[in-house]
């Protein structure tokens, strides 16, 4: 049996604003070590919204969350910080790469951060990461002259620097035509099969969901089939 | 601590906007370069105003006034000790000016350690004659080396050479004004004649002008041996012992104290020249204030730039906050973009302002009042840098709290989703 990265029991979550609202109801389930599973549903199901919620960015919800079997309630927002800096690895919608820096100073930040390596060290895995996804040429070009395909693996590669327990994604796809797409999911392919690494990917994209291990279907806040 | 990170990251944002913090940093280049120029101009003329006066006056003056005693004899009686007397027609008694065992006291001030240095002085009434006609005036007898030494002396003399009054016997500088009304030059002699009818000739070696016009008409200067002779005292003779102290704050307490040792009237600086004190004061409070009020707009314009940038950068904060900074480095990072500003903008002004100072020093400035100034006077003091560059730090990290606040409490999840 693998070890268990995340686990959520009975998280409910309303918006409260003008009127209460619920968005989640009674989700629970877990993630074990190397699983490659992915989150789908309608638009407004809210499966974004749980995201969120386990990624740690947002605290306002109730139940229980564990990651790597830590309870995160009345955790600080340092402490939070510090968890999604060395537990958790993004890629989202808009790659959201640091317009100002430089492609491997980008896939850099989070592991300089850190401060688990030296900076030579860091640069050093940096470079290999990028290699990994075939775009170490690009390391020293500005984050805004790249395509959408190369900055979204310039994403992935930044996910990657802390050798997080789980790489969450949030419509990684949903901006990038099919040919990228495609690449981008084999890069995930990849990571889950040659490095055991955990993903949890929310989608809308019926293709790609059908292609990962597990598929975790939601219907307006709640869990239908998992 | 992560904070080379930190200044690394502030450095990237404030590089990729770096024309807007150029105008930000210009701003407090601006304020900064008119603080310094302003408080360096502004003391220099408290200075030489002060100079004026102050620096020719004494911190405590011990003298002899002719006043009233206040040991009248009904004092003494013993049948008139229980009420209230009232005694009417009293005149002052007295007049002897001379203070009473100078020798003694002068000996006794020049080993007390609270005292930088001493000039006896004696004051004499005189009329100088011209003709047919007699010009009231003063002659005061001076020690030309302490004198100098003490009171800037020197600074004063427009013609000659002061230490004549000591070399040559019978000799006089004369104020500016009297020596225009007596048409005297150096080398001329002019008569003196005391009050008490003593004429006596005096052989002119120099003119002063102190820049105070009145008192250059009537104000002339002789050795002290030289005025005892005028007036026929001998050589212990002195009315006024003039008393400089190493700290000039000292001088009511001193002057109390001598007061009662030597039983003499003791006058201290802050009496004599009050108003001078204060005219400075609200000259140097005038020119910080409005050095503050230019710094504060400064700081308005650093607030509004962080802000925009702050606005623009949004997504670059969610980032690095869903990467894992926390919210206190998100504000570390823009108060170092904010200070990174104050303190470039505050060098730059430190180097403008005394690159204006130097050229506000080379302005001609040419008044008769004046006798040893030439250009506007400028003080250098390197503590209006310092509080320059303090202030500009100070204001721009206030200027910056406020939005890397705001930054630092930005919620990723907003910018993410709102996308």
Not at chain 2, 391 to 413: E, H, M, N, Q
Request: charged fraction near 20%; include cysteine; glycine fraction near 8%.
């Amino acid at each position: 049996m693998a070890k268990t990265v995340l686990q959520s029991s009975n998280i409910n979550k309303s918006f409260k604003d003008p009127i209460v609202v619920p968005v989640l109801k009674d989700i629970s389930f877990s993630v074990d070590q190397g699983e490659f599973v992915s989150v789908t549903g309608k638009s407004g199901c809210g499966k974004s919204t749980l995201l969120y919620i386990l990624s740690t960015m947002d605290t306002d919800y109730e139940g229980d969350l564990r990651i790597d079997g830590n309870l995160m309630r009345g955790k600080t927002e340092s402490e939070l910080a510090r968890i999604r800096n060395e537990k958790i690895g993004f890629v989202f919608q808009f790659h959201y790469l640091l317009n100002e820096f430089t492609v491997l100073k980008n896939v850099m930040l989070p592991g300089l951060k850190l401060q688990k390596y030296s900076e030579a060290e860091v640069e050093h895995r940096a470079m290999e990461h990028l290699k990994t996804l075939g775009i170490e040429t690009l390391a020293l070009k500005k984050a805004n002259q790249l395509s959408g395909g190369e900055k979204q693996r310039v994403a992935i590669s930044r996910a990657l620097i802390n050798d997080p327990l789980i790489i969450m994604g949030d419509e990684p796809t949903g901006n990038l035509d099919k040919k990228n797409s495609d690449i981008v999911f084999d890069i995930f392919k990849q990571l889950c099969e040659e490095f055991k690494q955990t993903l949890l990917i929310v989608t809308h994209d019926q293709s790609f969901a059908e292609n990962t291990h597990r598929i975790i279907e939601m219907e307006d806040g709640r869990i239908i089939s998992n | 601590m992560n904070l080379k990170l930190i200044a690394d990251i502030a450095k990237s944002l404030l590089m990729a906007r770096w024309r807007q913090s150029l105008v930000a940093a210009i701003g407090v280049t601006f304020s900064i370069t008119m603080f310094i120029a302003l408080l360096g101009f502004m003391n220099g003329l408290n200075d030489l105003l002060d100079g004026l006066i102050l620096n020719r006056t004494p911190h405590v003056r011990l003298f002899n006034e002719i006043k009233p005693n206040p040991n009248q004899p009904i004092n003494l009686s013993n049948d008139f000790q229980g009420g209230h007397n009232f005694i009417q027609s009293i005149k002052s008694s007295g007049g002897r000016l001379e203070i009473h065992n100078g020798g003694a006291i002068l000996a006794a001030l020049k080993v007390d350690p609270r005292v930088l240095g001493i000039s006896p002085k004696i004051s004499s009434q005189v009329l100088y004659n011209s003709g047919t006609i007699d010009i009231t005036g003063a002659v005061s007898g001076i020690d030309v080396i302490a004198e100098s030494e003490l009171f800037f002396f020197k600074d004063y003399i427009r013609e000659g050479e002061p230490l004549d009054l000591k070399n040559v016997s019978n000799s006089i500088i004369l104020g500016k004004g009297v020596a225009e009304k007596l048409l005297a030059e150096i080398g001329d002699v002019v008569q003196v004649t005391t009050s008490k009818g003593d004429r006596l000739p005096l052989k002119v070696v120099g003119k002063f002008q102190s820049g105070i016009a009145d008192f250059d008409k009537v104000q002339s200067f002789a050795s002290i041996a030289t005025v005892q002779k005028l007036l026929g005292k001998p050589n212990t003779y002195v009315t006024d012992i003039q008393i400089k102290l190493k700290d000039l704050n000292t001088a009511p307490s001193v002057a109390k104290e001598y007061a009662k040792i030597f039983q003499a009237d003791a006058e201290d600086i802050q009496t004599a020249n009050s108003q001078f004190s204060t005219g400075s004061f609200v000259r140097t409070l005038i020119s910080y204030s409005v050095g503050i009020v230019l710094l504060i707009v400064a700081g308005f314009g650093i607030y509004n730039i962080l802000n925009m940038m702050i606005y623009e950068k949004m997504d670059t904060i969610a980032i690095l906050k869903a990467t894992g900074f926390s919210g206190s480095d998100v504000r570390k990072i823009f108060l170092g973009i904010a200070l990174s500003i104050g303190l470039l903008g505050g060098l730059l002004g430190l180097v403008f302002g005394f690159s204006l100072s130097l050229i506000i020093d080379q302005i001609p400035f040419n008044t008769a009042a004046l006798p040893t100034i030439k250009t506007y006077p400028v003080n250098y003091n390197p503590k209006f840098y310092i509080i320059g560059i303090v202030f500009s730090l100070f204001t721009t990290y206030l200027a910056g709290f406020f939005p890397a606040r705001k930054a630092s409490k930005i919620d990723p999840v907003i910018i993410i989703r709102g996308k």
